[in-house]
Each structure stands twice: as structure tokens, then as C-alpha cells.
């Protein structure tokens, strides 16, 4: 039995939308509602969200029982991380900061087994493998696994054609607001400055035949991006989403109830 299909990779390969959530209340409950929401991906952050691998599990575990794709982010690209987030199931990785080729080949060789990767061998205790169930696991994962790298500063945006160039990167994300902080703008990622990064590394992206993504809640550069074909996208940010909404409520409960 070989290793599960990666859904999210091919819809990416296909040049299907594939819409995205931001996760950063760390909660399988807000997972599982999420995922029952209709995003077809849903990024679990560990970069910028207090997640550790047991609430990395936990969320893994109440996604993949619904109709949603997890993506998860570590706070960086280490070899020993991937292998902790592979073998607990993560297909498809995010991976911060990426400034380099050389730097995109070591995520490549970090999601690969020997011999032409490093990701150590742990399969037997793997819920990657169904806990040992899936006897082809060793064989199969490499091709179900998703790679994107995240260019979010202008060394990575120097370097974008070099990390296009490494066979294995399924994709790149653009992050506009580290973008935006490096390029002098810092929170003001809606500077026209940053923006024409931003959509020119989108082109660039996708002119290399690779999947270009992004998380932005500005629904014109969300309209933008895909109109220049980037296709995981996400829209929506749960931190976001509870606290405008809890706060509007407060607000508006007090005000019906003392009229003001
Ligand atoms: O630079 C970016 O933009 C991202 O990588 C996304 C942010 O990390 C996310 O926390 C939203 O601000």
C-alpha cells in the first residue's frame, strides 16, 4: 500500500485554485472548524503561532478527517524539523525564509531518504506511515510530499530564479509582510512598492512553471494574484477573524444594551 495521496500537490500542479486558511490559535477545535469550512488548505503555523508538534498532531489529526489539505510552516527550514513534521504526517511544508538555491536543495534532500536525500528513516514509528500499516511507505512518500518555499525578503527575491531552478521546490509563496519590512515598508505591505515586488515575483513564478502562493486578506491583490496565475492562495486569517469578530460583538452588545 503506498504512501496517501497528496491532494493539494497535484491540484497546484494542475493549475487548480486551491484556497487557503491561516491557522494561528493553535487549537484543533478551530481546525476542525476551519477545515469543515470549505478552504482547501489550511496552513498550520508554527513560525508565528505558539504550535508545538502535539498541537501540530492534534490539528494533523481533526484536518485530515475532513475535506482540507494541512500545510504546515516550522519556524524554520532545519533538516531535524522536517523530519519530525514528516514522520507525523505533514505532507505538504511551507518552509520560511528561503534565500538561496543552495538553501532550497537542503529542503529537497531534508524531504528526500537516502540516497538522494537525508530525511532520516523512522517509518516504523510514523503516523507518516500509518504507524507501519503502510508497508510501501519508505517507497512512495517522496512523491506525495509538497515543498514550498517561502520568499519573503529581497535576498529571496534576488535568488527566486536560482530557487525556481531546484528540481523538488513544488512551489513558492511570497510573503508581503516580511517583504514589506525588509524592503523599508515594514507593516505596509500594501505599498506600491511592495506590491509590484510582490506580482513580479508572482510572474516570475509562474512563468517557471511552478505554483506561486500567497496569504493576503486584500481582496485586490488576492484578485490580482490569481488573475496572474497564482493558485494557493489564502485569504483568511482565524487570529483575525475571532478577534475583529469577538470585539465587534462586545461592542455592539454593549451599545444595544446601554444605547450608545
Ligand atoms: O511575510 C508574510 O506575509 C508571511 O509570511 C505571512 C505572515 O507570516 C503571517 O503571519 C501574516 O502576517
Known amino acids: 500500500m503506498p504512501a496517501p495521496h497528496n491532494p493539494f500537490k497535484s491540484a497546484i500542479a494542475n493549475g487548480d485554485l486551491q ?5 494561528g490559535l493553535a487549537d484543533p477545535y478551530i481546525a476542525e472548524i476551519s477545515a469543515g469550512a470549505g478552504f482547501d488548505w489550511l496552513l498550520i503555523d ?3 503561532a505558539p504550535n508545538d508538534l502535539r498541537s501540530i498532531v492534534a490539528q494533523l489529526q481533526v484536518i485530515a478527517a475532513r475535506n482540507s489539505h494541512a500545510v504546515v510552516r516550522p519556524p524554520i527550514g532545519e533538516t531535524w524539523i522536517i523530519k519530525q513534521l514528516l514522520d507525523a504526517g505533514a505532507q ?16 529537497v534532500d531534508a524531504i528526500t531518504y537516502p540516497p538522494h536525500g537525508v ?4 517509518s516504523a514509528l510514523a503516523r507518516a ?3 507501519a500499516a503502510i508497508g510501501d511507505y519508505l517507497t512512495t512518500a517522496r512523491e506525495q510530499i509538497c515543498l514550498l518555499a517561502q520568499v519573503e525578503n529581497q535576498k529571496g527575491i534576488d535568488a527566486l530564479d536560482d530557487i525556481l531552478a531546484v528540481d523538488g521546490v513544488n512551489g513558492v509563496f511570497v510573503g508581503p509582510s516580511d517583504l514589506a519590512a525588509d524592503m523599508g515598508f515594514i507593516g505596509k505591505p500594501g505599498q506600491s512598492e511592495v506590491q509590484d515586488a510582490v506580482l513580479d515575483a508572482v510572474d516570475r ?14 481582496k485586490e491583490l488576492q484578485a490580482e494574484c490569481f488573475k496572474r496565475g497564482a493558485r494557493f492562495i489564502a485569504t ?3 487570529v483575525t477573524l475571532f478577534a ?4 465587534a460583538s462586545c461592542a455592539a452588545s454593549r451599545a444595544h444594551l446601554t444605547n450608545k
Open 205 to 218: 513564478i509562474v512563468a517557471a512553471g511552478k505554483a506561486a502562493g500567497i496569504l493576503t486578506l486584500d
Open 244 to 247: 475583529r469578530g469577538i470585539r
Open 19 to 23: 484556497l487557503g486558511c491561516w491557522l
Open 236 to 238: 483568511d486569517i482565524d
Open 119 to 122: 530525511r532520516g528513516v523512522g
Open 129 to 131: 506511515s500509518d504507524f
Open 46 to 48: 508554527s513560525e508565528h
Open 92 to 107: 505538504s511544508l511551507l518552509i520560511p525564509m528561503v534565500e538561496s538555491g543552495e538553501q532550497a536543495q537542503e529542503l
